[in-house]
């Protein structure tokens, strides 16, 4: 009985490795063809606990890398780990830890899971180590690639040239590498030059100075792109005028550096060259959206229907540049119109649109002769993304914004601040500061919003507020009528260096030469309470140069001492610039003043000392980091709440 068994049981095994392989060849090829979603269903079918060879759990952690299952091939990663542990496969080797380094590029936050797989592997193996720097370079790590290729007992021109090619090496870096390339005996080939031509960004004439100083037999046209891509725009233009017979990477390149009217010349001789491409016809597109106007709109229209006429079924990237460069001259019912076309599948592209797709579309809405119209329509777009689990990016949330301050729509700018908050969206200091300028639409509310967003920009973003975000909030505050709050969160920006008044002639000299009306109108209530009565205030408002027609500050001051604090000012004879309040008339004023209750006169630690010690010792040019005890900042915070 036994003796039938075994020729069956060894029938059995064979038969299940001929399976095996077959399934792994299906998803490898799957791979290969950048099929994602072909290789998503054959590894669901795939009985992935049965494998029995280590090649097929490489294979397989190989196909995910190549098509952006990144979850998928370090799952993959794990279970050969479990399988070898229990002694049904031979142990993860180099390239098991390559291909799952590899797969890891494609999400290059993870990059320090791919430092601790490198770590685990132990030995120093070439294509590890290279496996480990492409990943370094699709994080922009440069420290720790160059950190890795130092390690490297073995180098060839693949890790030099990854290396190059991470985003932030600099110009010097790049020149000491190939050095050192050359010292080792590696002969660097034209991919590397290319790529330290590109990683001198940094550094222009030095991109230049390396492209002269390249061999001729290995000067590519990619390293002349290069070049072209970091030079000035007449320099781009020098460099591409020499090649003999430029590629579509050299349009390419050229396109990029240059105005949108010559940008859509290029493309025309592109086209007469045979050279077109829809990657030159997406860089014409951007050129098209960096001029912002009406013409370089109608132009954008006509490369586009070029492209689709041309190309067929177009890359996501290329109506994304179509919908950003409609919307940015202007035309945004057209920019609309191809995001809806693009999102109902009308045959312009084989993908779907991402999150810069419905970013684009929401910065159409926010064009300003349409945001007053249209910014419903932008938070229709940005509900859409959260239903249809869109990711959203941060350019999508200053969009909404910047409609929703446009279109005076100031609970709803807050209400897209917290969403992004909620979302864990990662938002810079200029989405806070669209949110607070929205409040101005709000005179009866959007001073409490305005406050709260300050504090939350602080305490939950970890945002430090810049002077813009301080002179928002009391735009608002003025036109809500919160003279005392106004004075407050003035107070808080003079203790963090952000607004100033002071000026190096001593505390009864202000300068007021850049303020917004409403900061100008706290300094002088500022300056009054600390000033000397001894002596004269003068009040530096500049000569109205940069005035239309006449000094705008210079009399919105005179009316403001003149109708809120009862004083008369005059011109400084010596100095059309400034004004001068004297002592005689100054004097009344501030007896006057310490008579009166007022939550600031109530605070005078933190009012006055705080301030003032900022301020001590000159203008803006003076020393800019202050502090302050944690408690007095606090109190003079909480001061600020509605």
């Not at 269903?41 to 995910?64: D, F, G, K």
Request: with cysteine; proline share 5%.
């Amino acid at each position: 009985m036994m003796r039938c068994l075994v020729p069956l049981l060894c029938c059995v095994s064979g038969l299940q490795v001929v399976v095996e392989r077959d399934a792994v060849a299906a998803v490898t090829r799957a791979g290969r063809l950048k099929q994602g979603s072909e290789v998503s269903r054959l590894l669901e079918r795939l009985p992935v606990s049965t494998l029995n060879e280590l090649r097929s759990y490489n294979a397989l952690i190989a196909a995910c890398g190549r098509v952006g299952l990144t979850e998928e091939a370090l799952s993959l990663f794990e279970s050969a780990g479990r399988a070898a542990a229990k002694g049904r496969i031979a142990a993860p080797d180099a390239f098991t830890y390559s291909s799952a380094l590899s797969a890891l590029a494609n999400a290059p936050e993870r990059w320090p899971r791919a430092v601790a797989l490198f770590e685990d592997f132990g030995g120093e193996n070439i294509f590890v180590s290279n496996a480990l720097l492409k990943t370094l370079k699709a994080a922009g790590r440069p420290r720790e690639a160059l950190e890795v290729l130092e390690r490297m007992p073995e180098r060839d021109a693949v890790s030099y040239t990854t290396v190059l090619a991470t985003r932030g090496v600099g110009a010097k870096t790049a020149a000491s590498l190939v050095e050192k390339m050359k010292g080792e005996g590696v002969r660097p080939d034209k991919k590397v030059y290319a790529a330290a031509v590109a990683a001198c960004r940094d550094d222009p004439d030095a991109a230049l100075r390396l492209l002269e100083a390249i061999p001729p037999r290995l000067r590519s046209e990619h390293a002349a792109s290069a070049a072209i891509s970091v030079a000035p725009p007449e320099t781009a233009i020098s460099i591409f005028e020499s090649l003999i017979d430029p590629s579509e990477v050299s349009y390419t390149a050229a396109i990029t550096r240059v105005d949108w009217k010559t940008a859509v010349r290029l493309l025309d001789r592109a086209v007469k060259a045979n050279r077109a491409s829809e990657d030159v016809c997406r860089a014409t597109l951007a050129a098209c959206e960096r001029g912002a106007t009406s013409r370089s709109a109608k132009a954008a229209i006509a490369v586009f229907k070029h492209a689709r006429l041309t190309y067929g079924l177009l890359d996501r990237a290329t109506v994304n540049a179509g919908i950003s460069a409609l919307g940015a001259g202007g035309l945004v019912e057209a920019a609309l119109a191809l995001f809806d076309e693009f999102e109902k599948g009308n045959a312009i592209s084989a993908s779907d649109p991402d999150a810069v797709s419905y970013s684009a579309a929401l910065a159409a809405c926010a064009h300003p002769a349409v945001a007053r119209e249209r910014w419903r329509d932008g938070l229709g777009l940005l509900a859409e993304m959260v239903r249809n689990r869109i990711p959203i990016e941060p350019g999508a949330i200053g969009a909404a914004l910047v409609a929703c301050e446009r279109g005076g729509a100031s609970r709803q700018a807050a209400a897209v601040v917290r969403l992004a908050a909620r979302r864990r969206v990662s938002v810079d200091a200029s989405c806070y500061d669209a949110a607070i300028l929205a409040q101005c639409n709000d005179t009866k509310d959007g001073w409490k919003r305005a406050i709260s967003l300050l504090r939350e920009m602080r305490r939950t973003s970890g945002l430090e507020p810049a002077t813009r975000t301080y002179v928002a909030v009391l735009e608002t505050l003025k036109l809500a009528g919160q003279r005392e709050r106004a004075d407050i969160v003035y107070a808080a920006a003079r203790v963090r260096g952000k607004l100033s008044h002071a000026h190096p002639e001593g505390p009864n000299t202000i300068d007021l030469h850049y303020f917004s009306r409403a900061a100008a109108a706290c300094a002088l209530r500022a300056a009054l309470r600390e000033a000397n009565p001894n002596s004269d205030l003068k009040i530096v408002v500049g000569r109205g140069l940069r005035s239309k027609n006449k000094p705008i500050l210079r009399e919105f001051v005179e009316e403001t001492l003149r109708t809120e604090h009862g004083i008369e000012a005059r011109v400084d004879p010596a100095n059309p610039g400034r004004l001068v309040v004297s002592a005689a008339r100054l004097r009344p004023h501030l007896l006057w003043r310490l008579s009166t209750s007022t939550p600031l006169i109530q605070h005078p630690a933190l009012f006055l000392s705080a301030a003032t010690r900022h301020d001590r010792g000159g203008g803006g040019g003076g020393e800019k980091n202050h502090h302050m005890p944690l408690d007095e900042l606090l109190a003079l915070e909480s001061m600020m709440d509605p």
